[in-house]
């Protein structure tokens, strides 16, 4: 179902509450813990197993973020968003501690797969406990709000885990890891239990009837498709440029990131006024616009301009998709539309770095970043699907 605007000039409520306030804490100690230790645990593997481990390192950490995920919205309708968020801290922070007392690739594996259920668990059910948080009338702009401080961290803590590695070693970094994680569990507390009551037509909606539904599908496929190039521009960005350009390729990445940061708030204000719907198909084209013109590795200009082009349609399809998504559910189904859409995310960008390096052996990085950008456009069907199916309701 699609809840109505209800928004009154000069009568807005507010939008960061105190519970909100709380909640940015566990986002941040969340957000740090795993992007400290994102590109310093596969470095690890590295030194103890070689490039091998450093894979397997990185696969099994989102192999079990990506199960993981999909099983939360249960573990919060039987235990509530509390125990299943200090369970995720607890999960994500505790194994970091033990890192570095074997360079096993079985003990590293081990380590990683902990600490990507810990993820999950944080991620999606943080997720559906934000959407509770925030007046359904400033959704988009509250998720925007959310989505700034969960990726300042992120953006800080990934490059200055490999910068401490070097200077002061691997266990003080996980030590930082763990206790960003679990120093938030402080927070919880304060934070409510479970979703509001609601009247007996709002029951729960569970995973598999999510991915059974065309409602919910349909945004999910399209931010995927988003996603599939996010993974890709991050991963081989560096590669597909000259390396003579690595000042270009810096540049391109923090632009990309501002950008779509930018993008999400805009389109989440955007959003609260006008509905999320009219911004999925929009966001699709200019990110795939964004993709094609990357595909101009040896043109500055253009690799910066392209990224920047997909950053803005990447953010708008993150907000305008999630928005849309929650507004289609009763706050029994939150933990479910989290689920989905961090299945799309993750899978979109595993499925995209994996196929892209397959791809782009075969034909070189040009042509690659070009068929990728004709692929995301296969997603045009179910975003026009999507907004014939709901063109009289945002």
Do not use: K
Not at 53 to 65: H, P, Q, R, S, V
Not at 118 to 145: D, N, Y
């Amino acid at each position: 179902m699609i809840n109505s605007r209800a928004e009154g000039a000069g009568s807005r409520p507010p939008l960061v509450t105190r519970p909100l306030l709380l909640r940015f804490v566990s986002v941040i100690g969340a957000s740090t813990s795993f992007y400290l230790l994102l590109s310093v645990v596969p470095l690890y593997a590295e030194v103890c197993g070689g490039g091998y481990a450093a894979g397997l390192a990185t696969g099994a950490l989102m192999l079990a973020t990506v199960g993981g995920g999909l099983a939360t919205p249960r573990f919060v309708a039987r235990f509530g968003y509390r125990l299943v968020l200090v369970a995720g801290l607890v999960l994500l922070g505790t194994p970091t501690l033990v890192l570095t007392a074997s360079g096993s690739t079985a003990w590293i594996t081990a380590v990683c797969v902990v600490r990507g259920l810990g993820f999950a668990f944080t991620v999606v059910a943080g997720g559906a406990l934000t959407a509770s948080l925030i007046p359904p009338e400033r959704r988009g702009e509250g998720l925007a709000l959310v989505g700034i401080v969960s990726g300042v961290p992120s953006l800080v803590a990934l490059p200055l885990g490999v910068w401490l590695v070097g200077h002061v070693g691997y266990v003080p970094v996980c030590i930082a890891g763990a206790v960003a994680a679990l120093a938030a569990i402080v927070s919880v507390p304060g934070l409510p239990g479970r979703p509001d009551s609601e009247p007996t037509s709002g029951r729960s909606i569970g995973v598999l009837a999510g991915f059974r539904t065309a409602a919910l599908l349909r945004p999910a496929v399209v931010f995927s498709a988003t996603a599939l190039a996010a993974g890709i521009t991050v991963t081989f960005l560096p590669l597909a440029v000259p390396s003579a350009s690595t000042g270009v390729v810096a540049m391109a990445l923090f632009v990309q990131s501002a950008a779509s940061t930018v993008a999400r708030w805009v389109a989440g204000r955007h959003g609260d006024r006008n509905g999320p719907a009219s911004l999925v198909l929009p966001g699709l084209v200019v990110s795939a616009a964004g993709t094609l013109l990357t595909s101009l590795t040896h043109s500055p200009v253009a690799v910066v301009v392209g990224v920047a082009l997909f950053g803005v349609g990447f953010g708008v399809t993150q907000n305008a998709t999630l928005t849309l998504m929650y507004a289609r559910v009763p706050a029994s189904g939150y933990g479910t539309v989290s689920a989905l859409w961090n299945f799309a995310y993750d899978a979109g960008m595993g499925v995209g770095a994996v196929g892209f390096g397959v791809l782009a052996g075969q034909t070189g990085y040009p042509l690659a970043f070009t068929l990728t950008a004709a692929l995301m456009l296969t997603a045009l069907a179910p975003a026009w699907r999507d907004r014939l199916a709901n063109g009289s309701r945002r």
